[in-house]
């Protein structure tokens, strides 16, 4: 199967300092790639790693084939690699439609047109002259992820979508994901509920202390379940006196 996204040996942090040590991980075409993990565990700054909004220190993220580790953004994005960021990053001032706009403005002969994407997420169409703070949390997501499929990726990250959302909503987000990877995107999902990756993942892996500990296709997650979520457990104190 082709890979989409390779990352290998990848070390990065924030002033001198390392979070990541040595991150393996592999997209193939047209896959959900999960990645789960505690808090703190460095997935976001994997993914920015990734995105080239962090410069790595050293390692490898190949995009079809292709060594960006260290690229800036826009040649990163250029490459085929689209982020909707933990958080969504809507600007409160902006309408749906001038998001739309902004994040169209850059491709030509498009995958992804704004009329395309507003079919995918209608409800986005009803809200085209709302402001980003006008937005539900569910709103603000789907557009991050429609203003993410604009700047036409061959490669999705996504960045805990679901979180803050109702289930629900969450579960809107999931089928879309699963509709995105049909339609032959290559997807990183990082996401914070073990039960959701393994509704919509091919696999799955852990991040812990910017390593990746396990990575599995998902029905071998599926049987054994706990073994995963012990990875995930908030380590409990050792009892007084031990
Ligand atoms: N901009 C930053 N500057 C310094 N340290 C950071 C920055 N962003 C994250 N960190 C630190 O890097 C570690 C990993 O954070 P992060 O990648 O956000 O984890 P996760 O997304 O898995 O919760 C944490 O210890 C966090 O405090
Ligand atoms: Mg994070």
């Known amino acids: 199967m082709a890979v989409a996204l390779r990352v290998d040996g990848l070390y990065a942090g924030y002033h001198g300092g390392r979070v990541l040590h040595g991150v393996g991980l592999t997209v193939e075409a047209g896959q959900v790639q999960a990645l789960v993990g505690r808090n703190g565990a460095g997935k976001t700054t994997l993914v920015h790693a990734i995105a080239g909004l962090l410069r790595p ?15 800036p953004a826009h040649q990163v994005a250029r490459a085929g690699v689209g982020i909707v960021p933990q958080g969504r ?5 902006l309408t749906v439609a001038e998001h739309l706009k902004l994040a169209a403005r850059h491709q030509e002969g498009p995958m992804w047109t704004i009329k395309g994407v507003l079919e995918l997420l209608p409800r986005l169409g009803e809200r085209l002259d709302h402001r980003g703070d006008q937005l539900s949390g569910g709103e603000q997501q789907m557009l991050a992820i429609a203003r993410a499929l604009l700047t036409q990726p061959r490669v999705l990250l996504l960045d805990e979508p679901s979180e803050g959302l109702a289930l629900d909503l969450a579960a809107r987000v999931r089928g879309l994901v699963t509709g995105l990877a049909q339609a032959g995107l290559s997807l990183l999902l990082v996401e914070q509920r073990l039960d959701h990756a393994i509704e919509v993942a091919d696999r799955i892996a852990v991040l812990d202390y910017g390593r990746v500990i396990f990575d599995a296709p998902t029905a071998q997650v599926r049987a054994d379940p706990t073994t995963v979520q012990s990875m995930l457990s908030i380590d409990q104190p050792l009892p007084q006196g031990s």
């Open 89 to 93: 990053r809507v600007f409160p001032s």
């Open 57 to 71: 220190y050293s390692g490898v993220v190949e995009i079809g084939g292709t060594d960006l580790a260290g690229r």
